[in-house]
T-cell receptor
Framework: DADVTQTPRNRITKTGKRIMLECSQT?????MYWYRQDPGLGLRLIYY???????NKGEISDGYSVSRQAQAKFSLSLESAIPNQTALYFC???????????????FGPGTRLTVL | AQKVTQAQTEISVVEKEDVTLDCVYE???????LFWYKQPPSGELVFLIR??????QNEISGRYSWNFQKSTSSFNFTITASQVVDSAVYFC???????????FGEGTQLTVNP
């Protein structure tokens, strides 16, 4: 079974709809992240969480919100989807490192979201 | 602010050729980490390597090798005797000690033709 899972894997929705993307992990990691990938732009960080009570904005958080329901679950919401939020969304996890040596991020399979 | 540049948007080679993917980074931190990830056509991101800024030794793993040069702020990735299965988008990324976030380059699309 995959260590980091994302649901749904594909979603088509309409402008103005509320959408939730979910991420679950069985790696036991404390840290979780949401990125979006756009062609030619690489991946950009939306939000990240270092533990259940810690939520931080990334470089492109406008239009998004997150919820860390448990150590293993981190959800991304688009309250009112717009077409320029069409992208590939990735969840990632990493361990809490003693000295940064183990802070490698491992990614889920991605969710392809299309907003019409 | 940190930045990663992958100037090669697309590279096309014929199978068995060697190919080098370039990565140049900018950071003010003295301690930082560099990564390469592979994204095959199926879309997932696969971790390939992590290097810290104090270790400039070249790394070799099978047909893959990495050349880290602090003097030129580069962390280049070479695939020897490329194969069709190497076709993918490759991302270079930087992580500073001031935070756990990754800054990604734009990615290089590698196509290996039979």
């Amino acid at each position: 079974d995959a260590d980091v899972t994302q649901t749904p894997r594909n979603r088509i929705t309409k402008t103005g709809k509320r959408i939730m993307l979910e991420c679950s992990q069985t790696k036991g990691h404390d840290r979780m992240y949401w990125y979006r990938q756009d062609p030619g732009l690489g991946l950009r960080l939306i939000y990240y969480s270092f533990d259940v009570k810690d939520i931080n904005k990334g470089e492109i958080s406008d239009g998004y919100s997150v919820s860390r329901q448990a150590q293993a679950k981190f959800s991304l919401s688009l309250e009112s989807a717009i077409p320029n939020q069409t992208a590939l969304y990735f969840c990632a996890t990493s361990d809490f490192p003693a000295d940064m040596e183990e802070d490698t991020q491992y990614f889920g399979p991605g969710t392809r979201l299309t907003v019409l | 602010a940190q930045k990663v540049t992958q100037a090669q948007t697309e590279i096309s080679v014929v199978e068995k050729e060697d190919v080098t993917l370039d990565c140049v980074y900018e950071t003010r931190d003295t301690t930082y980490y560099l990564f390469w990830y592979k994204q095959p056509p199926s879309g997932e991101l696969v971790f390939l390597i992590r290097r810290n800024s104090f270790d400039e030794q070249n790394e070799i793993s099978g047909r893959y090798s990495w050349n880290f040069q602090k003097s030129t702020s580069s962390f280049n990735f070479t695939i020897t005797a490329s194969q069709v299965v190497d076709s993918a988008v490759y991302f270079c990324a930087l992580q500073e000690t001031s935070g756990s976030r990754l800054t990604f380059g734009e990615g290089t699309q590698l196509t290996v033709n039979p």
